[in-house]
């Protein structure tokens, strides 16, 4: 969805987004680009549209989305005048150092507090070679990606240790939607021809698998569902939360464009979550309620989040009294009974998810604090559970 957003804002003409996502994060990126001229009309479809010459705000706020905040800085680099691009939460503790070495070298003037939020810059944005390590985050890669194909020239992106291959995927495939075309060499170098027109066109937004998993996880440890609305041929990495389930001995089946999972006899699983990072909070969930000791690998990718998401986990389930090993790039996680308490969210939305995962099969209740955390990517989230079966309230 935010790609979306932000293709329709970089088209001249009218782009009709359906199925729109409504969280924080997608609010957000759509006041971004109220801010920087464009028209959004709500409704149950999203119609954008902007028209140029466009005024460019002095600043813009990012809310806590970070891929907002590293999506929109090369986009708004675009224009000639001086931008700030604020945040907030914990957006403001995340790092930002690979923005302004990369932008600096693309003729933007792009100063940082620190490494840290906010960000300043002004443009405009030219064509250019540069290298940039892919193994943080690949949010800055796509808003490279879709910035640079308006510029006035060919550029080049040399990129080391790319992570999360298939959320570039996704953008790739935003932007052919738009009629941008950009190849690349194994996705270790990227070229950009210069000149290229975003064209509106009319999109419909897939099935978000990130929040789907958690209630994919919730039926294999607890009963039976079935979930329409997801693509198995999406871009989108954290589809293959089946193959865990499948993995620990839950049972999956597809049937076009319906997928059914249902509880079966769990054991301990081994998975590498380097490329799907959001996965972990979910997984942690599956591995809670599975006999023996699994292994999740990939922890490194959890440092840069809404939290430090491999402490979080750890401690949160620890309170539920589950056994939680981390060393070195594995999280090990041995299952048993999980008690009931109280798990801090630390104003992470996953970590709130799971919270409400674990209480499914915990012996007793589970509060979550900062439980409203969840309106960054699902708001509903509370609201499908019950309409599941899971009583839930709030307190």
């Not at 149950?44 to 990012?62: A, D, G, H, R, W």
């Not at 907002?68 to 945040?87: A, H, K, Y």
């Not at 021809?193 to 064209?199: K, P």
């Amino acid at each position: 969805m935010q790609r979306v957003i932000a293709g329709a804002f970089l088209a001249n003409g009218e782009t009709t987004i359906h199925n729109p996502c409504r969280s924080d994060d997608c609010l957000a990126a759509l006041g971004i680009i109220q801010a920087a001229g464009a028209t959004v009309v709500p409704g149950t479809s999203i119609l954008i549209s902007k028209n140029t010459p466009v005024n460019p705000p002095k600043e813009v706020f990012c809310g806590e989305s970070g891929l907002g905040i590293r999506m929109f800085t090369p986009i708004l680099s675009l224009f000639q005048e001086e931008i700030n691009l604020l945040g907030g939460g914990s957006l403001k503790s995340r790092t930002m150092n690979m923005i302004s070495s990369v932008l600096n070298q693309l003729g933007v003037r792009c100063i940082t507090n620190q490494g840290k939020l906010p960000i300043r810059v002004k443009g405009p944005l030219k064509n250019g070679n540069v290298t940039l390590n892919g193994s943080i985050t690949s949010q800055f890669l796509t808003g490279l990606l879709m910035a640079l194909p308006v510029t006035k020239g060919k550029s080049i992106i040399k990129v080391n240790s790319l992570n999360s291959r298939g959320y570039i995927d996704l953008t790739l495939q935003v932007l052919r939607q738009f009629g941008i075309e950009i190849s690349h060499e194994r996705y270790e170098v990227f070229q950009i021809e210069g000149n290229q027109q975003y064209s509106p066109c009319e999109i419909t937004i897939e099935g978000d698998w990130s929040g789907a998993a958690f209630h994919v996880v919730g039926a294999a440890i607890s009963g039976k569902i079935s979930i329409s609305g997801l693509s198995c041929s999406s871009n989108q990495p954290d589809k293959k939360i089946l193959d865990a389930i499948a993995q620990a001995g839950g049972i999956v089946d597809v049937n076009k464009n319906l997928i059914s999972i249902e509880k079966g006899g769990l054991n301990s699983f081994t998975f590498d979550a380097t490329d799907c990072p959001d996965l972990f909070p979910p997984l942690a969930a599956l591995a809670a309620n599975c006999k023996g000791t699994s292994t999740i690998k990939g922890v490194g990718r959890l440092l840069n989040k809404e939290s430090d998401r491999a402490a979080t986990i750890k401690s949160e389930l620890q309170s539920v009294g589950i056994s939680v090993i981390l060393k070195e790039n594995e999280m090990k996680i041995t299952g048993g009974e999980i008690s009931g308490g109280t798990i801090d969210s630390h104003n992470d939305h996953r970590i709130a998810m799971m919270g409400g995962i674990l209480a499914i099969n915990a012996k007793s209740p589970i509060s979550i604090v900062n439980s409203k955390a969840i309106t960054k990517s699902y708001p509903n989230f509370f609201q499908t559970l019950n309409e599941l079966g899971i009583q839930t309230e709030e307190c």
